[in-house]
């Protein structure tokens, strides 16, 4: 897998996806525009990316409000072009839990706002816990945040076989 990029829009009783081509778009402004072209009124719609199995984003839209990001690694700020126009301006997340040392992994560390999922069933602690978490694929973390949203079906419909 080079990289995926699928929106999911919520509507009044389920979520419908449809895959987003972001080389077609010339910065977070236009992706911004691209995801609320497909919400349903005021209802969230993300935009879930995965590069190489190395890294995982989301960017969230609800209505008229700022887009919320969060990028599973910074380390790949830098030196992937689709990282860099998606989450060049997230601000530093926290260390996930038990990780009192930040600086030992402050480069791989996420960057973003890690509430982001929370209302969606994965609070911030369990989504830095995700990040964290040895062995995990991106494409994994994004299957069990899917999951507990409501997502998944239209998520892995987009994924294929």
Do not use: H, Y
Request: hydrophobic letters at 40%; aromatic letters at 4%; a negative charge.
């Amino acid at each position: 897998m080079a990289f995926v990029a699928t929106a999911l829009a919520r509507g009044a009783r389920t979520w419908t996806g449809s895959e987003l081509d972001v080389d077609d778009l010339e910065d977070l402004d236009t992706v911004v525009d691209a995801l609320r072209d497909l919400a349903i009124g005021d209802e969230p719609v993300l935009l879930l990316v995965e590069e190489n199995d190395e890294w995982f984003g989301i960017v969230r839209v609800d209505g008229d409000e700022d887009p919320r990001l969060f990028l599973s690694d910074a380390r790949v700020l830098g030196q992937s072009e689709r990282a860099d126009l998606l989450f060049a301006d997230a601000p530093t997340a926290p260390a996930p839990t038990g990780e009192e040392d930040s600086a030992s992994n402050a480069e791989g560390d996420p960057v973003g706002d890690p509430d982001l999922m929370a209302d969606l069933g994965t609070p911030s602690g369990e989504l830095l816990g995700l990040c964290a978490e040895k062995g995990l694929l991106p494409a994994d973390v994004l299957t069990t945040i899917s999951e507990r949203a409501g997502c998944l079906e239209p998520l892995e419909e987009l994924r294929g076989p």
